[in-house]
C-alpha cells in the first residue's frame, strides 16, 4: 500500500484500484463550462433563449433573483424502450476560485465555444475578506481557521465575476463548504454529526448571500442567482463525511451528492433519497490499477511531492492523465453508458500538466459529439433532471450493466423490456 502524505490523500498499489482513497484539496491560495440533459434522442438538444427579468434583489443585494437560469437544455423526457442512452459527462470543479491564474475563464471559455456546462462547487470563504474570517466558526475548530488561504479582495472579485458569469452561461454553482478540514483530527469533516454539517452548510449559503455585507463592496452587480433555490448538491472536502452530510442534505431537499470516493462507472442510485455521483475508478495507462477521475489523484499517483518533481516528467505525465479520462469516457460509452463523472482543482500542479490534460480529454469528448455521438456535456443538476424523469424498470435495467460491460443482444433489443431481466445482470463483457 501506497500513503501519501498531501490532505490524507491514499493510493493503494498495483492490483489494486489506486482510487480508492482520499481526494481532492481545493487548496487554492491568494498569495502566489452542447450540454444536452433535455430528451434522450440527439444530444443537439435546444437551449431555451433565457430572457433574463430585471434582477429582484434579495437581502443585502449580494444576490438576486433574475427568473430561470439561461442556455438551459431542453426539458429532459424518459428513456423509451429500444432507445439507447445518452452518455453523460459532468466537468466538475472544486473550490472555483479564481486567484489571478487564468484558470477559471480559461474554462467557462473552452465550455462556451464547444456548447458544454460544467459544475463549480463554490467554497463560501472565497466571497469572504480574510480581514472578516473571525464570521467563519468551523464545527470543531478554532473560530475563523481554514484548511485552504483566504482570498485577497482582488481575487475575491476575481471570484465573483467568474461565478456569476458561469451561471448566466448556464453552469451550475454547488457548494465544496469552507474550511477543507481533512484527515483523521477531531476538526476533520470525517467526523462532523449532521448538525455540524448544517452549520457549515449554512455558513457557506451566508458568504454567498451577504458578500456585500462583509466586503463593504455595495457598488459592484449582485450575483443573479437565489443560492437557496438554485443550491442542489455539492463535493466534501478529501470526499470525507458523506454518511453526516446525507441526513443533512436530505432536509435541506438536496437532489444529490458527489463526495462518494472510489464509484464505479455504472450506473448510480440514490442513498437517503439523494443522488450518489461518486468520483470513478478509470484505467490507469501503464498500470495494473485504477485511478480515481480527479486531477488530484493523477498527481498523487504521479509524484508524491508536486514541488520537487522533475518537469522532465511533465509531458509523459500529462499525457497518462488525459489517457486515463478518455479511456474512462471510452469505456463507458462503447460498453454501458453510465455517465463520466470528472473532479479538477483550478491549480498548477506539476506546471499545469492536470489542466492541460482535462482539456485534451474535453475535446476528444467534444469531437465524438460532434460526430454524430449522442454525447451530452452537462452540470450534476442537469444530469439529475435527466435522472428524475427515468422510469424506474428502465434505470433499474441500466443497473444491471457492470463496468466495461455492453448490454446482451445490443441496445435495442437490451431496453426494449425494461421490466424482462431488470435485475438479473444479464449482459455480456466488453472490453475494460
Known amino acids: 500500500m501506497r500513503t501519501f502524505s498531501r490532505r490524507g490523500m491514499l493510493g493503494l498499489g498495483a492490483g489494486t484500484a489506486a482510487a480508492v482513497g482520499l481526494a481532492g484539496c481545493g487548496a487554492l ?7 444536452h440533459a433535455g430528451g434522450s434522442g440527439s444530444g443537439k438538444g435546444s437551449h431555451g433563449k433565457g430572457t433574463q427579468a430585471p434582477a429582484r434583489l434579495i437581502g443585502d443585494g449580494s444576490t438576486s433573483f433574475t427568473g430561470k437560469q439561461p442556455r438551459q437544455p431542453a426539458k429532459p423526457t424518459p428513456l423509451e424502450p ?23 475563464p480559461r474554462f467557462l471559455d473552452l465550455a462556451k465555444q464547444h ?5 463549480f462547487f463554490l467554497s463560501g470563504l472565497y466571497l469572504l475578506p480574510e480581514g472578516k474570517k473571525r464570521l467563519y466558526d468551523p464545527p470543531n475548530n478554532p473560530r475563523g481557521a481554514s484548511d485552504i488561504g483566504y482570498l485577497t479582495d482582488e481575487h475575491v472579485k476575481a471570484t465573483l465575476t467568474n461565478v456569476r458569469r458561469a451561471w448566466l452561461e448556464g453552469h451550475e454553482i454547488g457548494t465544496h463548504f469552507n474550511g477543507h478540514f481533512c484527515g483523521e483530527t477531531h476538526g476533520s469533516v470525517k467526523w462532523w454529526t449532521p448538525q455540524q454539517w448544517r452549520s457549515e452548510i449554512d455558513q457557506a449559503k451566508s458568504f454567498v448571500k451577504q458578500w456585500k455585507t462583509n466586503t463593504g463592496w455595495h457598488d459592484l452587480p449582485a450575483l443573479p442567482f437565489d443560492y437557496d433555490k438554485e443550491l442542489a448538491g455539492g463535493r466534501t472536502p478529501c470526499l470525507l463525511g458523506q454518511d453526516h452530510l446525507l441526513p443533512t442534505a436530505r432536509e435541506l431537499g438536496w437532489r444529490y451528492d458527489a463526495s462518494s470516493p472510489g464509484g464505479l462507472q455504472v450506473w448510480p442510485v440514490k442513498k ?4 450518489d455521483l461518486p468520483l470513478q475508478q478509470i484505467p490507469f495507462p501503464g498500470h495494473s490499477f485504477q485511478v480515481l477521475s480527479m486531477d488530484y489523484n493523477m498527481l498523487a499517483n504521479q509524484s508524491v511531492n508536486s514541488t520537487k518533481a522533475p518537469p522532465a516528467n511533465y509531458p509523459g505525465w500529462r499525457q497518462q492523465s488525459a489517457q486515463a479520462y478518455i ?8 460498453t454501458n453508458r453510465a455517465p463520466f463523472f470528472i473532479g479538477n482543482h483550478f491549480e498548477q500542479w506539476n506546471g499545469g500538466i492536470y489542466m492541460d490534460s482535462v482539456e485534451e480529454a474535453f475535446k476528444h469528448i467534444v469531437a465524438e459529439r460532434d460526430k454524430g455521438a449522442d454525447v451530452r456535456l452537462v ?9 428524475d424523469v427515468q422510469k424506474p424498470e428502465m434505470l433499474a435495467k441500466l443497473r444491471t450493466l457492470g463496468v466495461g460491460q455492453q448490454p446482451a443482444g445490443g441496445w435495442k433489443a437490451f431496453t426494449q423490456d425494461t421490466a424482462a431481466g431488470a435485475g438479473t445482470g444479464k449482459g455480456t463483457s466488453g472490453t475494460a
Open 29 to 35: 491560495k491568494s498569495s502566489d463550462g452542447s450540454g
Open 82 to 104: 429500444g432507445q439507447t442512452p445518452p452518455q453523460f459527462v459532468v466537468f466538475s470543479w472544486d473550490g472555483a476560485g479564481e486567484v489571478g491564474n487564468g484558470l477559471f
Open 115 to 119: 456548447d458544454a456546462h460544467m459544475t
Open 272 to 275: 437517503l433519497g439523494i443522488w
Open 327 to 334: 479511456q474512462g469516457f471510452e469505456r463507458a460509452y462503447q
Open 379 to 387: 452540470s450534476f443538476k442537469q444530469f439529475v433532471e435527466w435522472l
